[in-house]
């Protein structure tokens, strides 16, 4: 199984990297590791995380606040990553982009 990202997850990552990086030097770096782990996580075990609906689930970070939104198409055999989000934003706010 791998891991695909569409554009705008992308976007998310980046934007939280740089707010961290401008916070502390490194920091981004450590949230990035993080995220990496988290999608490790995901492909190994891609059920194993709540699920948000029918099709979507999310894996959370355990440093820092946020999620990996994703969705397992298991026609490709892949893990599609759907968001980065922050856990205190609006739930609902990345379903208009699939």
């Not at 791998?2 to 976007?11: K, V």
Request: a negative charge.
């Amino acid at each position: 199984m791998t891991a695909i990202i569409l554009p705008q997850a992308e976007d998310d990552i980046e934007h939280a990297f740089e707010d961290y990086e401008q916070r502390q030097l490194g920091l981004g770096l450590d949230m990035l590791d993080e995220y990496r782990r988290a999608v490790e996580r995901i492909l190994q075990f891609p059920n194993a995380w709540q699920p948000l609906d029918g099709i979507y689930r999310r894996c959370r970070l355990h440093r820092f606040p946020y999620g990996v939104v994703y969705r397992i198409d298991s026609t490709n055999d892949q893990i599609v990553i759907v968001a980065f989000m922050h856990l205190s934003r609006e739930p609902d706010w990345w379903r208009t982009r699939e």
